[in-house]
């Protein structure tokens, strides 16, 4: 008996039952995969693997979803999502052919571009597992994909922030303060967003509220957000909340989305709701999160790898033209991704999968404190990623959130990465950072970094400008 | 001149310590060009360091002989299995199973279990006080109480391997919480009625936050003999109470 998926790559021949054990046994070591018993058995098997997956050509995979196209909506949604006259031309390239064509000298986002329609999650997923991790990065600082809501995040040599103002007890002022704290550093363009402690309408449209009111008080060229579960936030803003962007995380399968608490019609229905009712200019208005393990977290992951997996959350992702979507990395725990080297490995992965699925894609760089990383992973991963070219980081005062209990990337990263790496905060943003005195020449000013700047009302902060 | 002294004229010097106190984030830190200070990344580095090592060093022995506890251990055999491998940590060996109907008193109406979790920070600075208060508590309300145990390598879920094992109708878990930067200290107790193996986290109840500085021991152990006692009118715990 022959096997379709086989290498002798090692000397040694190995020979795979399928095309999701051969995309399972070609990733990098993960735990998550590990603890599925889907990943190699040993570093040999891996190559193989990798080397088997390399001649597989684009057709077989779009031939052979990891979940069929009848069982699964998130199947569905890829392959219906395929541009068949795109697809034609692609479909006798092999994976490898894939990567080379994405690293040759001549590919520049243009070309990259024309061939996205074409792709399904799989080949996108397939050829991550060909890359090394400098592969990576080289191939996503060619792409860039912006978006467009009350301002414009991805554009060519800008870095964008999320602002992150949690608080334990969802209070108003500490939150403010800490809106305050993160604008003086300049952060905050991709997006004012708040994980409230309590998930129900009347708390988001609150928090939606003070945002909101905020924003406008110091007409900042952002826009807000509360990540309360999607019907949560549909139903403040029915009740006349102030939203800019509607949030849902997503999951790679059917399953794990109904463990989520969500469907793509309900998603469908957001989406609908969303241009008739968010207040942002838009056009692109949703914010989704994802990260690689949460299906197998709830036991939604239909054997597949948690890579595969992750990839086919931004194949869903895109059909909604999203604002951003934002990879949580490190956040899930150790039996997922166990250490700094896995984390980094992830986050790499997961941009650079983003960006060819051609959505608006940032990274929440971060740990739990179970986890075996610490701030100098995370600092090392958003340099990588500055490098690369990530829309945007998630930031938090001091890298602590203490209300979700874990660490990820400062405000004061935020001042070095655009230093070190010569990037901007999105235009628009920057002109106000430059009008409201915090960022000069492109220089941090004195006020940079005093949350008082904007503690005085506005009006009177402009007429001590004057008096100066 | 710093930025402290910068923004240090008078009004706002009041505003800002005001805001600083009240919250518990690390507004108002300052910095030192685009980093932080010294003092920032130090006071930073010493609570992660702290919250590691609630999390990867053991239970001292000194806390599980003073509570008068039995010690087991899961099916996981080191402190990296433990992290990489949940489905270990929430199971318990055939051999382990023996030692418990031949130690343990069998069919208790409340089964007691204290596991490390991802803070035996917790476990030190908490069970010392809150499982005495907890004994008597269940006893003064006509309860049985099985014979107390300690599990290393626990996770949440080994409860219902042992209740299981033991008849025991009600299973309270006091297991170590993922321990943040604020504190590392944190406890919480997880009780379920009818154990049994694969039972769902919707039907367990849980009371969390245990520490000095959140629900102390006196308050944290009236709450879960008061949940015991409703569990077992109601016959039910976690989405089954009312």
């Given amino acids: ?58 057709a077989t995979l779009r031939e052979n979803p990891v979940i069929p196209y009848d069982e699964d909506e998130v199947t569905r949604v890829i392959q219906d999502a395929v541009d068949e006259d795109v697809y034609g031309k692609l479909r006798e390239w092999t994976v490898s052919e894939l990567r080379e064509f994405l690293l040759a000298e001549e590919t520049t986002e243009r070309e990259i571009a024309e061939i996205r329609p074409g792709l399904t999650s799989e080949m996108v997923a397939a050829v991550a597992k060909l890359m090394s991790n400098l592969d990576l990065i080289q191939a996503t600082s060619k ?43 300049g952060v905050g363009d991709a997006v004012i967003g708040i994980n409230p ?14 945002t909101k009111e905020f924003i406008e008080t110091w007409e900042i060229p952002t826009q807000n957000c509360v990540l309360s579960h999607i019907t949560t936030q549909m139903e403040a803003v029915e009740n006349g909340a102030p939203a800019d962007l509607l949030f849902q995380s997503l999951a790679g399968t059917e399953a794990g989305n109904e463990s989520f608490g ?46 595969t997996l992750e990839a086919r959350c931004y194949g869903l992702a895109k059909r909604y033209d999203p604002f951003i979507v934002n990879t949580v990395v490190g956040f899930i725990g150790p039996e997922y991704l166990y250490d700094g080297k896995q984390v980094i490995r992830a986050g790499l992965e997961d941009v650079f999968m983003g960006q060819l699925t051609g959505i608006s894609m940032g990274i929440d760089a971060c740990y739990t404190n179970h986890i075996q990383a610490d701030q100098n992973d995370i600092e090392n991963l958003a340099v990588l990623l500055t490098a690369a070219g990530s829309n945007y980081f998630i930031s938090v005062p001091m890298g602590d959130d203490t209300m979700l209990n874990y660490q990820s990337n400062s405000y004061h990263d ?35 970094g005093d949350l008082t700047v904007f503690l005085d009302e506005p009006e009177e902060h402009l007429r001590q400008e004057g008096t100066q | 001149m710093t930025d402290a002294e910068s923004r240090a004229d008078g009004d706002d010097e009041t505003a800002l310590d005001r805001i600083l106190e009240a919250s518990p984030s690390r507004l108002g830190v300052g910095r030192s060009g685009r980093r932080p200070r010294t003092a ?15 999390v990867l060093t053991r239970v001292s022995e000194e806390t599980i002989e003073r509570a008068g506890l039995h010690k087991i251990t899961s099916r996981v055999s080191d402190q990296d299995e433990y992290l990489a491998r949940p489905d270990l940590g929430r199971e318990i060996s055939d051999a382990t199973v023996t030692e418990l109907r031949e130690a343990c008193i069998h069919a208790p109406d409340v089964q007691l279990v204290v596991c490390d979790g991802l803070s035996s920070t917790a476990v030190d600075a908490n ?72 039972k769902p986290t919707a039907k367990k109840s849980v009371i969390s936050n245990i520490h000095p500085d959140g629900l102390p021991a006196i308050e944290a152990g009236a709450q879960i003999v008061e949940l015991v006692a409703t569990m077992h009118e109601q016959q039910g715990s976690g989405l089954d109470l009312e």
């Fill in chain 2, 40 to 54: 920032s990344v130090l006071s930073f580095r010493a609570d992660h360091a702290r919250a590691r090592d609630a």
């Fill in chain 1, 414 to 448: 935020a001042a070095a990465l655009w230093d070190i790496f010569d990037v901007h905060p999105a235009p628009e943003f920057e002109s106000w950072l430059e009008a409201m005195g915090i960022v000069e020449d492109g220089q941090l000013t004195e006020k940079a």
């Fill in chain 1, 1 to 58: 008996m022959t096997s379709d998926f086989e290498s002798t790559i090692t000397g040694t021949r190995y020979s795979f039952d399928s095309l999701t054990e051969v995309l399972a046994k070609a990733n990098e070591e993960k735990t998550g995969d590990e603890l599925a018993d889907i990943a190699a058995d040993s570093a040999a098997e891996r190559v193989a693997a990798k080397d088997a997956l390399s001649r597989v050509s684009l």
């Fill in chain 2, 127 to 198: 069970v010392g006080d809150l499982l005495p208060i907890l004994i008597d508590g269940l006893e003064e309300r006509g309860f049985t109480v099985g014979t107390p145990l300690f599990v290393e390598f626990g996770r949440v879920d080994v409860m219902d391997a042992i209740g299981e094992e033991l008849e025991a109708e009600i299973v309270v878990n006091l297991i170590g919480e993922r321990p943040g930067l604020n504190t590392a200290k944190s406890l919480s107790a997880y009780l379920v009625y009818g154990p049994e193996r694969g």
């Fill in chain 1, 197 to 210: 402690v309590e998930d129900n309408a009347e708390q988001t449209k609150r928090l939606l509220e003070i």
């Fill in chain 1, 262 to 307: 969500i469907d793509v019609e309900l998603l469908d229905e957001a989406y609908a709701f969303g241009e008739d009712e968010c207040t942002a200019a838009g056009p692109n208005f949703m914010y989704f999160e994802t990260g690689q393990g949460s299906e197998l977290s709830s036991d939604a992951h239909a054997g597949v790898d948690q890579v």
């Fill in chain 1, 143 to 185: 792409m860039t994909v912006t978006a467009r809501c009350n301002n414009t995040i991805g554009g060519e040599g800008t870095l964008s922030f999320r602002l992150q103002p949690n608080d334990p007890t969802d209070d108003i002022d500490n939150i403010r303060n800490s809106i305050r704290e993160g604008l003086s550093y």
